[in-house]
């Protein structure tokens, strides 16, 4: 009998396209990746991959797996939604996956809603990257993903497996120390930021990119000390070392920084909620898509009175 566990890595494999970018995407070491899938061959007693010192590539063989395998997922998806169905109330085990500052914002409103299932279970899981969370929900791992995108492009709805909901535009705001002299004003522009020390990510981080996009338009050049982490960087802000430019989502909840609103268009970041499109039928994962969009629609109506 074939591993399901392992059928799912070798769709992800064929969509990733080598060894190492489904490790990277499944967060396993490209040596575990490759001994699952040599133990997948031996169990179909074919040769799944062709390797070279360098690279693998499916053979015809992994190819016509990799068809039979997409089937295979659509037909597991179907299963559970048809079982889900035969009860009215939402019930079993719905695993989520969220970027921290959006979990941080996002979660206490989802489990205050969904107390009212209590055959519904929750699980919100850490996520490091986009690319591995998606590898995730396609190989049916998780069931759903908050995801971020920062290139100003609207996704479609439907890309292969996958459903993106647009869940909310998450607008990049100054942050200030409580008792900054400048955070007395509702609105801040670059310029009056622009003397300020600065703490911001590394350069090639989506929030660095916008920031230096604003002040290349505005001719600013300022001081910047760099460190990872949106949650280090405002916790060094909110210390008084400095000020930042972050999405509203991250800092929404903190009480220890002021958080004002930038004169200039400085676009922020989309945030979306993935799905496999199989499980659109399943009560579970689409009350827990609901408690998602209900949650950031009134997250973001607060943001809105800043």
Known sequence: MLDVRRLRLLYEFAAQGSIAATALATGQTASAVSQQLAALEKETGVSL?????????????????VEHTAHI?????????????????????????????????????????????PELQMVLLQQH??????????????????????????????????????????????????????????????????????????????SRMALARLWRAEGISAPVSEFEGLDTILTLVAKGLGVTVAPWMAAAERKDVAVRRVAEDLPGRDVYVVHRTASTGRPAVMTVLQALHLAARKLMAAAERV
């Open 129 to 206: 990257t986009v690319s591995e969370s998606l590898a995730r929900v396609r190989s049916g791992e998780i069931d759903l993903a908050l995801i971020d995108d920062w290139s100003g492009q609207r996704r479609p709805a439907t890309t292969g497996p996958l459903t993106f909901h647009h869940l909310v535009n998450d607008p990049l705001v100054a942050v200030l120390p409580v008792k900054h002299p400048l955070a007395v004003k509702e609105v801040l522009s670059a310029h009056e930021l622009a003397g300020e020390s600065w703490i911001a990510s590394p350069d090639g981080e989506p």
């Open 49 to 65: 991959l062709e390797r070279t010192a360098r690279s693998a590539q499916l053979t015809d063989a992994g190819r016509r797996l």
């Open 73 to 117: 997922l659509e037909a597991i998806d179907a299963a559970e939604t048809s079982l889900a169905a035969e009860s009215a109330e939402p019930r079993g085990r719905v695993t989520v996956t969220a970027f921290p500052t959006v979990a941080v914002a996002l979660a206490g409103p989802i489990v205050r809603r969904l107390r009212r299932y």
